[in-house]
């Protein structure tokens, strides 16, 4: 993000603190406008609401976290007091770090509470406006409610927060 902000002039984030914070910290306090910049500068993009969850889920079905259906404090930073450096804790079954806890990520959806009852099945692509968008995986004082896979929140997209970061998707190359 340093080099992202050295690049475009981008201000630094709240909570930006350059002599505490670890390089390998996630980034928090980046509104949702400064996650999709830093995406789109990256050639990335931030994920759907339902790439989100489906990566969370790491190839687990019909469990409340990716790794079962028991809150575990060895697999994921939540009722804890404070940010973990990325890597503090296994992969899930895709090999993604820290999709649970730790900070909550901001989605490229807009944010709907019935969405998902008349969504379609496959893929849904969020609401095509709103005034919140959609904040997934929970944080580090989340307790475990807040933390399964499944749980969604929001905020308003200009929202800096000190639990709030983002991680980037890309679209997957065609011609592999």
Not at 34 to 47: I, S, T, V
Not at 87 to 96: D, R, V
Not at 150 to 170: H, L, V
């Amino acid at each position: 993000y340093r080099q992202f902000m050295e690049a475009t002039g981008r201000p630094a984030p709240p909570f930006w603190h350059p002599d505490l914070d670890r390089p390998d910290e996630p980034v928090v306090g980046v509104s949702w406008f400064d996650a999709r910049d830093y995406a789109a500068w990256a050639g990335k993009r931030l994920p759907t609401e339902a790439e989100w969850e489906y990566a969370a889920r790491g190839g687990m079905t019909g469990t409340r976290y990716p790794w079962g259906d028991t809150a575990d404090r060895d697999a994921a930073n939540f009722s804890s007091f404070g940010l973990l450096p990325v890597k503090s804790f296994p992969p899930n079954g895709f090999g993604l770090y820290d999709m649970i806890g730790n900070v909550w990520e901001w989605c490229g959806d807009w944010y709907d509470r019935d969405f998902y009852r008349q969504s379609p099945p496959r893929n849904p692509r969020g609401p095509l406006e709103g005034s919140l968008k959609v904040l997934r995986g929970g944080a580090w004082y989340c307790a475990e409610d807040a933390v399964r896979t499944s749980n969604r929140y929001c905020a308003s997209p200009e929202t800096r927060d000190f639990s709030i970061g983002f991680r980037c998707a890309k679209d997957r190359d065609e011609h592999r």
